[in-house]
């Protein structure tokens, strides 16, 4: 987490290798990445579902990459879809849905090839509150399966308690880790309930004194260096 | 009465308004002498409605050397091959310079020297080198859908969002799966919207050549310049109107594919 353009986006995209690091090495494993690495899943913020294929053509896509044959290719794809609860939207087109939709269908086809790192890009961010949960919710399901690494950028904290173990918030610009905090909450997390706890309104308060500083700071550089 | 039957309604009443006044006004209006004959509108110039008609049978029957509808055929051959050939040859250059900056660069001042020149310049040249015959039509017609396909496809191509290069990759992707899964049906999104005004320009391109190719090159662009040889103006109405209506034919034939081939597009998902 961090104010806007304090290099959130920015730091996935160097585990990504989309952007090459100035000084320094990302290291996975011990080994320094170089380019997009294999067994990483991003989702990014934007839409990045192919308007032209239907959404099992989507789904399948991943799939479709690496050769697995149509009958496992069917029958996995089938099954992703249902977990979504994107039944009956099998050939739809991605103009016919909405954004919730949309961005489902994105997360299934990232999850469908199953990578060991996930990186996610404010996915839910222009979605209402009710998508938005519903999909946190699903993402928490999905996951609870494979527990992989997920590296998740948001805005809102609610949804970093909710969802994240650890959260680092990030100062502004220059980014800097400024605070790295472990969300004690246990799991399973009802997306809803656990907002009810006592423990989920002490990680809140915790981690918006922090955050709310950065904030702060974000908006007075804002304000004084516009020509900046 | 619902909206679209009145609007059809009206479509009905102005045609047979205007053909009742150009055939009202194109008879005899007095009748002073019998060596003078006196018109409101000449039909030596546009010909009337009931002429045409006549006409329109009489150059389908076998009393001429080669029939209307064989024409026609002519005309749409040559249309249709010059239209296939330059949306395939457009969209193969359109997706090799929309990819590779450098040769895009490189060729870019003589793509626009080449496509300012009028095409219609480029007539004599093309009967030239290909005499009178199919090959200068399709020729002809191919120059002109080339280069729209060509702009089509290379503005497609070079504006691929890279985001969804970046997700293919992400899912696995080779250089040739992205090619094939993000690259290609991108630029094809343009092409095919370049798809209905292609067939019009197409056929512009064969009626030029036609109006030089004479007999030998046949088609209707040859009817209307022979009855204008022949000061004919029923045989030219017919002409005009059959290429008319050929026009209309094809743009549609084309859109309804192009609407089938963009039916994942927003813009064509009012149900159906």
Request: charged letters at 20%; a positive charge; glycine letters at 10%.
């Amino acid at each position: 987490m961090g104010p806007s353009g304090c290099g959130k986006s920015t730091v996935l995209n160097l585990i990504a290798g989309l952007v090459e690091p100035t000084r320094g090495a990302i290291r996975l494993d011990g080994r320094s990445l170089t380019g997009i690495p294999a067994h990483v899943g991003y989702v990014f913020q934007k839409d990045t579902v192919f308007p032209w294929r239907t959404v099992s053509q989507n789904v399948e896509l991943g799939l479709a990459y690496r050769g697995v044959p149509r009958a496992e290719r069917e029958r996995r794809v089938r099954e992703a879809i249902r977990l979504v609860g994107l039944e009956g939207f099998e050939d739809a087109f991605p103009a016919t849905l909405s954004g919730g939709m949309r961005q489902r269908v994105a997360l299934v086809r990232t999850l469908i090839v199953e990578p060991e790192i996930l990186l996610m890009d404010e996915p839910f961010g222009a979605l209402d509150t009710h998508t938005k949960l519903r999909l946190q919710a699903q993402l928490l399901a999905l996951w609870t399966g494979k527990r992989q690494t997920v590296v998740f950028v948001t805005h809102d904290l609610a949804e970093a308690i909710t969802l994240a173990d650890r959260v680092i918030v990030l100062t502004s610009r220059p980014g800097r880790v400024k605070h790295v905090h472990a969300v004690k909450l246990p799991r399973p997390r009802d997306v809803i309930r656990i907002r009810e706890t006592d423990e989920y309104a002490h990680e809140f308060s915790a981690l918006w004194h922090v955050l709310g500083e950065e904030f702060a700071k974000a908006e007075a550089a804002e304000e004084t260096g516009g020509a900046a | 009465m619902s909206d679209r039957t009145r609007v059809n309604a009206w479509r009905v009443l102005i045609l047979v308004l205007m053909l009742g006044f150009w055939e009202g006004l194109t008879r005899p209006a007095v009748t002073k002498s019998v060596s003078r004959v006196v018109y409101f509108v000449d039909p030596f110039f546009i010909s009337r409605p009931s002429a045409i008609w006549s006409r329109f049978w009489h150059l389908n029957s076998g009393a001429v050397r080669v029939p209307l509808w064989h024409l026609l055929l002519s005309t749409l051959e040559s249309t249709l091959l010059g239209f296939a050939v330059g949306v395939g040859s457009g969209f193969v250059a359109g997706l090799v310079l929309g990819r590779n900056a450098r040769l895009a660069a490189v060729l870019h001042p003589y793509i626009v020297a080449f496509n300012s020149l009028p095409r219609i310049a480029l007539v004599p040249l093309v009967t030239m080198i290909f005499g009178f015959g199919l090959v200068a039509k399709v020729v002809l017609a191919w120059l002109i859908v080339f280069f729209i396909v060509f702009f089509n496809t290379f503005q497609g191509a070079r504006g691929v969002d890279p985001d969804l290069i970046h997700a293919a990759r992400f899912l696995g992707a080779s250089e040739r799966q992205v090619m094939r899964t993000v690259i290609v049906p991108s630029a094809l999104a343009w092409t095919f919207a370049s798809l209905t005004p292609s067939v019009s320009f197409a056929l512009i391109g064969v009626v030029i050549g036609e109006f030089i190719g004479g007999e030998s090159g046949g088609g209707i662009g040859y009817l209307i310049i022979a009855s204008l040889g022949s000061l004919n103006a029923a045989d030219m109405m017919v002409a005009l109107l059959v290429l008319g209506l050929t026009g209309i034919v094809l743009a549609l034939g084309i859109h309804q594919v192009e609407a089938r081939l963009l039916r994942w597009r927003p813009e064509y998902q009012a149900r159906g």
